[in-house]
């Protein structure tokens, strides 16, 4: 079946330290995402890529990098720079106009 | 983007009609609206959209007034797995990204 794998679903970060979110699609979508949740709140754009080798800053991406090396895949880097990065991380993919597909999603939390 | 605005929770009887409603008065002409859920602790799940007639499908009925002002996404017949919360989100087609609120946490009573 077609869909957005998200891994680990559970990670834990030192203080200080970088780690990177795996998102891989098989449904041949062109555009993905990645958004951060936080308890009791709506989702929040962090960076998005419409076509490989291009992604674009979304609200809150400071603190995060992201490659778009295959269509495939849109790793999230979360580095030490980012002040508070305890929180639940989505992966979108759409084509076009219709509906995003997410993944299951990535709680990180730093100890 | 327009702002919605949804009503933070409801309460639902199984079997029973679930009708979510989401105002956006603030809609343009070119702006569709979509509806999401997400169930605790997993990715929001797509429900529907429309831009100006009312749409069915298997999961729900959207209906958008005439003036496009405000719509009511439908749950005809409430399951104890349709407790989530629902995001409404107006959105230009083939935007960037989707702008989520804290939506609607609607609760299904057994």
């Known amino acids: 079946d077609g869909g957005i794998t998200q891994s680990p679903k559970y990670l834990f970060r030192k203080e200080g330290q970088n780690v990177t979110l795996s998102c891989e699609q098989n449904?041949?979508?062109?555009?993905m995402y990645w958004y951060r949740q936080d308890p009791g709140q709506g989702l929040r754009l962090i960076y998005y890529?419409?076509?490989?080798?291009?992604?674009q800053k979304g609200d809150i991406a400071e603190g995060y990098s992201v490659s778009r090396e295959k269509k495939e895949s849109f790793p999230l880097t979360v580095t030490s720079a980012q002040k508070n990065p305890t929180a639940f991380y989505l992966c979108?993919?759409?084509?076009?106009?219709?509906?995003?597909?997410f993944g299951s999603g990535t709680r990180l939390t730093v100890v | 983007d327009a702002k919605t605005t949804q009503p933070p929770s409801m309460d639902c009887a199984e079997g029973r009609a679930a009708n979510l409603p989401c105002n956006h008065s603030?809609?343009?002409?070119?702006?569709?609206v979509y509806w999401y859920r997400q169930i605790h602790s997993q990715g929001p799940q797509y429900i529907i959209h429309?831009?100006?007639n009312n749409e069915t499908n298997e999961m729900a009925s959207l209906i958008i007034t005439e003036d496009r002002k405000s719509s009511t996404l439908i749950l005809p017949h409430a399951t104890l797995r349709d407790t989530a919360v629902y995001y409404c989100?107006?959105?230009?087609?083939?935007?960037?990204?989707?702008?989520f609120g804290k939506g609607t946490h609607l609760i299904i009573q057994p």
């Open positions: 979108a993919s759409t084509t076009a106009s219709y509906g995003y597909t």
């Open positions: 449904l041949n979508h062109d555009a």
């Open positions: 890529s419409q076509i490989v080798n291009d992604f």
């Open positions: 603030t809609i343009s002409g070119n702006e569709y």
């Open positions: 429309g831009l100006k």
């Open positions: 989100i107006v959105r230009v087609a083939g935007a960037d990204g989707l702008t």
